[in-house]
């Protein structure tokens, strides 16, 4: 039950994140391909030019760490549905009241 709810968490966090930041790093791809020359946007100051191997490694390592968690939260989702790992508990380990029904 436990890897279900981590499966769950970590595949919401890799949407959730990406739904916040994704769209600072969607246009790198589109301004390579159609015009050759990459900009960095700012609020206070004009764009500045910049290289579109620097944009696109962003963008790269952006969809990394989103897969990364999409992924670990898929792996997890499988093993919490496949495995009884979690029901096994050893006597020694468990709390609560003792079961005494001998």
Avoid at 68 to 83: A, E, H, N, Q
């Amino acid at each position: 039950m436990r890897f279900i709810i981590l499966g769950i968490l970590l595949i919401f966090i890799g949407f959730i994140i990406l739904g916040a930041f994704g769209h600072e790093y969607q246009a790198a791809t589109l301004e390579s391909d159609e015009f050759g020359t990459c900009y960095e946007y700012f609020e206070d100051k004009p764009p500045s030019k910049i290289n579109c191997s620097f944009k696109i490694m962003d963008q790269t390592v952006f969809f990394g760490l989103i897969l990364s968690f999409v992924i670990s939260g898929i792996i997890s989702l499988i093993k919490g549905t496949r495995g009884d790992w979690d029901s096994k508990v050893k006597p020694e380990d468990m709390t609560g009241p003792p079961n005494k029904e001998k």
